[in-house]
């Protein structure tokens, strides 16, 4: 009885999150985010520092609520520039996982633990935790075998060390940050940042998604890479 119980579960909890894919990818096309975006770039424009520490805030919240990351990440890009949008969205980024963290090992901690404990991936990265905490938390961050949510959540129901989650998420969650705050800036003012490069058209065009590229094609190198060392690390583990 209890493979049919576990399929059905498993199948649940799928259709759950599809639900839930759904009725996100629905809000970021109907609801006026562009307009919010420009609202909110006009008040942090006048008002830097409060802007700036409103982002970090709104951007904690809105992972524990499971906005997507990449929406956060842009977010930051598209309001505040690449440079200040990458310190501030990578600042955000291990604060919003932490907070998580605290939510799914406290109040939520029964419901979280019921969503990981059919899922091969993560309990294959839970046995190895112990031995290689801090190096399991940056590979899992840096492959993406989870999205970075779910693993803020499923994280808080294992035994890693608070300090190991923090500065591993932190480092691990560079590439990305850095990629999508660089498309979210672009999003921004395309015209503004490829006449910066000071190339006629459309030369700037192609510097700019050139840099797109190269950031995307570096993460998915990264990506790749830690894939492959995680298997081996969970793999050894495992002997």
Not at 3 to 12: G, Q, V, Y
Not at 138 to 153: A, D, E, G, I
Not at 158 to 167: I, K, L, W
Request: hydrophobic content about 50%; aromatic content about 10%; glycine content about 8%.
């Amino acid at each position: 009885m209890s493979e049919p119980t576990t399929a059905t579960n498993s199948k649940r909890r799928l259709l759950g999150a599809g639900i839930l894919l759904i009725i996100m990818i629905t809000l970021v096309w109907t609801l006026p985010i562009e307009e919010w975006l420009t609202a909110a770039q006009v008040w942090s424009e006048r008002h830097p520092w409060q802007g700036r520490v409103g982002y970090v805030v709104a951007f904690i919240i809105g992972a524990c609520i499971m906005v997507p990351g990449s929406l956060l990440f842009m977010s930051g890009g598209y309001l505040f520039g690449f440079v200040w949008g990458g310190v501030l969205a990578a600042v955000a980024t291990p604060l919003a996982a932490s907070a998580a963290f605290y939510v799914g090992a406290t109040v939520a901690r029964k419901q979280v633990a019921q969503l990981v404990a059919d899922n091969p991936r993560f309990n294959a990265i839970d046995r190895a935790i112990d031995e290689k905490g801090w190096l399991i938390v940056l590979l899992t961050r840096l492959s993406m075998v989870l999205p970075y949510n779910v693993l803020n959540y499923a994280y808080s129901v294992t035994r890693v060390r608070q300090g190991d989650y923090f500065s591993a998420t932190a480092l691990g969650m560079l590439p990305p940050v850095l990629l999508f705050v660089y498309i979210g800036a672009a999003a921004n003012n395309i015209d503004a940042l490829t006449n910066s490069s000071g190339l006629p058209e459309p030369w700037g065009k192609v510097v700019l998604f050139a840099g797109v590229g190269l950031l995307a094609a570096a993460m998915f190198i990264i990506q790749r890479t830690a894939t492959r060392i995680l298997k081996q690390s969970i793999e050894s583990t495992d002997q």
